[in-house]
């Protein structure tokens, strides 16, 4: 399928955030990888909402209050022909 790379963030000693990027080799491929990451958040989390082209899911969580969940498709970032496609999953508390 491809490649991943998951980055977390700390603040004062505690998770702050969690970042991942997708690449999947076969270009043509991103929108079902897409809608199917879309599919599972939907069932758990309830239907998102569309901001700014970015699916986003607010969380309940006991310890973070709302957590946001991000999820996109940013190929369109790749310019060069045949690059792979990429999708983004951004998980941070909502600080406002």
């Given at each position: 399928l491809g490649t991943y790379n998951v980055a977390y963030n700390f603040e004062e000693k505690a998770l702050n955030e969690i970042q991942s990027d997708i690449f999947i080799n076969n270009s043509s491929k991103t929108e079902e990888v897409y809608?199917?990451?879309?599919?599972y958040f939907d069932l758990?989390?309830?239907?998102?909402?569309?901001h700014m082209g970015?699916?986003?899911w607010t969380v309940k969580s006991a310890k973070y209050g709302d957590v946001r969940i991000n999820l996109?498709?940013?190929s369109a970032d790749f310019t060069v022909e045949n690059n792979p496609g990429k999708i983004s999953i951004w998980i941070y508390p909502d600080k406002n």
């Open positions: 809608n199917n990451f879309k599919k758990h989390y309830g239907v998102c909402e569309d970015f699916a986003v996109s498709d940013e």
